[in-house]
């Protein structure tokens, strides 16, 4: 069975400063039409930095649409023109919000955060071989850097500490890779 929906036509949309918003209407597989919402957004990384003590670096920030500080790993939006270097991104996200510099990037994958309505995705990083400088962060940016070993980390995902997406996929990836001897930590 074919599954792809086709564009028939834009209803409407809206540009804000990070993503658009549109509402576009579709040919279902069984010929019916159908309305689609859809957030368009550039993309996203998230960092994993893991000290050479075998601890990873988190943040604590408020996040306004929860309005609760969140415990996450690193992470940030591309700018326009990151979407081919994607590691690059995550590198500027690691010296803005932790100030650090990673002598090793290690790829693991891609997280598609909302599926259902948005076309965002996250390309997710370990940071390995850091060396620490100073945090740039963005004008109206505010963090605190805390440090956990994995094992509390995995820990905190499993009690609900820890209920930002991106992060919890990225910890139970280095938990996985490491339990196989993927990665040392």
Known sequence: MDLKEKFVRNVETHKGRIFTFRSDEVLCPNGNLAFRDV???NGGVCVAPITDEGE????KQFRY????VLLELPAGKLEKGENNDVEAAGRRELEEEVGALAGKMT???VFYPTCGYCNEK???F??????FTEQHLDEDEFVEVLRFSLDDAVKMVMDGTIVDGKSIALIM???????????KI
């Open 173 to 183: 990836k280095l938990n996985e890779a490491y339990k196989n001897g993927e990665m």
């Open 107 to 109: 790829d693991f994958g």
């Open 56 to 59: 990873l670096i988190f943040i």
């Open 39 to 41: 957030v368009d957004h």
């Open 65 to 68: 649409a929860y309005e609760e």
């Open 126 to 131: 370990a940071a390995t071989d850091l060396t």
């Open 122 to 124: 996250i390309y997710l």
